[in-house]
């Protein structure tokens, strides 16, 4: 299955200016809005539109919605903590809606909407404060009720799955899993779930010091469509990792890494025949099941990376794994 690529990535490429994040609802919101692309899903539905419909045209299964910064938490820097919900819920439905005009052209290759839920810009394991190491700027509980209203908008939108990526710590992610697992009971209903943790440096860490395998066990006690990696490293970086998965996860592997390394403006160089020909070693090697794009790439990346993934057989699970 392939994954879309780099949303944030294609919202910079229309140079949007303060009123365009605005709109006309916002107009007078007392505090600045541009950058905070979530807020595009109600303020230029035509661009969130049309960037799902590139990267089906090119070739993935699976959009994600417009939610990576979908929280409470998150929203709290632009004061919209109260619009959550619809956030959601809207952007849920405009990658719907695009999903299945895709699914009705052809059937054969249906298209899915996969609910995005990022890591927030507060951890629980670590403190933002170098002087005071025990002192955290979030609990467990309010991670979790964040990850339930955002999680309860893209269910009431109609996502096919959930996933969570992007993840630096993984206290923030089993407060997000546990939020899905009370919501599916309440609702009396279960959706796919994905997790994808990243490895932030050459140490094979994430930020909040775990090893890949370590991650892995902290999250297997739910029972998940895949576990993989995504952002941070580029493809090439990302293989040793994956190695891991490949060799003990009990369920399907994605890795969706950037486009390369960022140059010293951060932005991304590596084109999308460059980066096809490092992801293709995984495809080879039968290390993943769920590939795709994350930051600097494009639709010209996805329509790469799906034409090489059509070559290669996904890889076995392992039963005694």
């Known amino acids: 299955m392939v994954l879309d690529g780099a949303m944030g990535t294609m919202i910079q490429k229309h140079k949007l200016t303060e009123e365009d994040y605005r709109g006309e609802r916002f107009r007078n919101h007392p505090y600045p809005l541009k950058g905070n692309n979530d807020l595009l899903s109600l303020t230029r539905p035509d661009i969130i539109k ?15 919605t417009n939610t990576f910064s979908g929280t409470s938490i998150a929203q709290a820097d632009y004061h919209l ?16 809606e695009v999903a299945d005009e895709f699914t009705r052209k052809t059937p054969e290759k249906p298209r899915f909407v996969a609910g995005s ?33 955002q999680a309860k908008g893209l269910i009431e939108g109609r996502v096919d799955l959930f996933l969570l990526e992007t993840i630096i710590d993984t ?12 919501l599916f009971e309440e609702k009396g209903m ?17 930020l909040s010091g775990q090893t890949t395998e370590a991650f892995l066990v902290s999250v297997s006690h739910v029972p998940l469509l895949s576990v993989g990696l995504n952002c941070a490293l580029g493809a090439k970086q990302l293989r040793p990792y994956l190695q891991v ?60 990376i799906a034409s090489l993934a059509a070559k290669y057989k996904p890889r076995e699970v392992a039963v005694n794994a």
């Not at 629980?124 to 979790?144: C, E, H, M």
Request: with cysteine; glycine share 8%; aromatic share 10%.
């Open 50 to 64: 049309d960037i799902h419909r590139q990267y089906f045209e090119a070739g993935a299964d699976i959009a994600e």
């Open 81 to 96: 903590e109260d619009i959550v919900y619809e956030l959601n819920y809207q952007s849920a439905l405009i990658a719907r």
């Open 117 to 149: 839920i990022g890591p927030t810009n507060k951890t629980a394991s670590l403190s933002p404060d170098v002087n005071n190491p025990g002192y955290r700027a979030i609990t467990f509980d309010q991670l979790k009720e964040a990850f339930k209203l």
């Open 171 to 182: 206290l923030n992610v089993k407060a997000a899993l546990f939020a899905i697992e009370e």
């Open 190 to 206: 279960r959706l796919p779930v994905m997790v994808s943790g990243t490895i932030t440096d050459a140490s094979g860490r994430t």
């Open 245 to 304: 998965l490949n060799e003990q996860a009990p369920f399907f592997v994605s890795a969706y890494p950037n486009a390369g390394l960022p140059n010293e403006f951060g932005q991304y160089d590596q084109g999308p025949e460059d980066m096809g020909q490092q992801m293709e070693e995984f495809l080879k090697e039968g290390l993943v099941n769920i590939v795709g794009g994350c930051c600097g790439t494009t639709p010209d990346h996805i329509r790469v």
